[in-house]
């Protein structure tokens, strides 16, 4: 099994909470339930980080998720400049921790760069109970 949805978003604040619908939809269409919570916080953190550091102004960024057998990969795309790393900041620092975030809730973390722009990328591994259509799992 194989599926995959992507949608675009302008540079403004409201695509945050619209990538974040958009990625509980998907979610809930692939009854992934259990994956809802981590994905919609690291939507949010890559949503943000899309919007602050990569979408030059007057661009666009994409929110793609992709369901294989064992894993579903978030990616965010961006046309700006710059590498995303994930940063220790200070006690007192009032940003810096959202690839942080990201990578501890996600199974594996990377940057793929573009001749123009970069995807940044999460996987989870599905639990088990969530491998098979609901057919199947209703005739265990």
């Known amino acids: 099994m194989s599926l995959s949805q992507q949608r675009r978003f302008p540079r403004r604040r409201t695509s945050v909470g619209a990538s974040r619908d958009f990625v509980t939809g998907v979610l809930i269409e692939w009854e992934l339930h259990p994956l809802v919570e981590d994905i919609k916080l690291c939507i949010s953190e890559l949503a943000t980080n899309a919007l602050v550091h990569g979408a030059p102004p007057g661009r666009e960024f994409c929110v793609g998720l992709h369901r294989g057998e064992e894993?579903?990969?978030?990616?965010?795309?961006?046309?700006?400049?710059?590498?995303?790393?994930?940063?220790?900041?200070?006690?007192?620092?009032?940003?810096?921790?959202?690839?942080?975030?990201?990578?501890?809730?996600?199974?594996?973390?990377?940057?793929?760069?573009?001749?123009?722009?970069?995807?940044?990328?999460?996987s989870f591994k599905i639990p088990a109970a969530s491998t098979l259509p609901s057919r199947a799992r209703e005739r265990t």
């Not at 009032?94 to 722009?117: I, K, P, Q, Y």
């Open 71 to 122: 894993l579903v990969r978030l990616e965010v795309r961006d046309s700006g400049p710059g590498r995303p790393t994930v940063q220790q900041p200070g006690d007192d620092a009032c940003s810096g921790r959202g690839l942080r975030l990201v990578n501890e809730l996600a199974d594996d973390f990377g940057v793929d760069d573009h001749v123009v722009g970069k995807t940044v990328w999460l």
